[in-house]
């Protein structure tokens, strides 16, 4: 069984930083593109960015020069670093994983993670 468990949310000033953790585990061949997306309170899901399995990025207008996405393909992990952070950016952050497993092909999404900006 595939999990995707997150850490590195939490409380910080505009202006401040934070490094989100997605680690994937279970019975797990291979792994394709990674990604954040995020959801803010009455809104839907937006995507943040991706990695591909090639360490091709992709970066939503809103997060380009501010969040660095990047993956430890031995740790099965996704990183997000985020700077010069907004309440705008308050969400909850969730990973998610094209992952071929055990149990077939299919994306995988970690559990979210709460991240809160104050002005």
């Known amino acids: 069984q595939v999990q995707l468990l997150e850490s590195g949310g939490g409380l910080v000033q505009a202006g401040g930083s934070l490094r989100l953790s997605c680690a994937a585990s279970?019975?797990?061949?291979?792994?394709?593109?990674m990604g954040w997306y995020r959801q803010a309170p009455g809104k839907q899901r937006e995507f943040v960015a991706q990695?591909?399995?090639?360490?091709?990025?992709t970066y939503a207008d809103s997060v380009k020069g501010r969040f660095t996405i990047s993956r430890d393909s031995v740790r099965r992990t996704v990183y997000l670093q985020m700077d010069s952070l907004q309440p705008e950016d308050t969400a909850v952050y969730s990973c998610?994983?094209?992952?071929?497993?055990?149990?077939?092909?299919?994306?995988?999404w970690g559990q979210g993670t709460q991240v809160t900006v104050s002005s």
């Open positions: 990695i591909t399995s090639g360490g091709t990025t």
């Open positions: 279970g019975s797990i061949f291979s792994i394709g593109a």
């Open positions: 998610n994983m094209l992952i071929v497993s055990a149990g077939g092909t299919g994306a995988f």
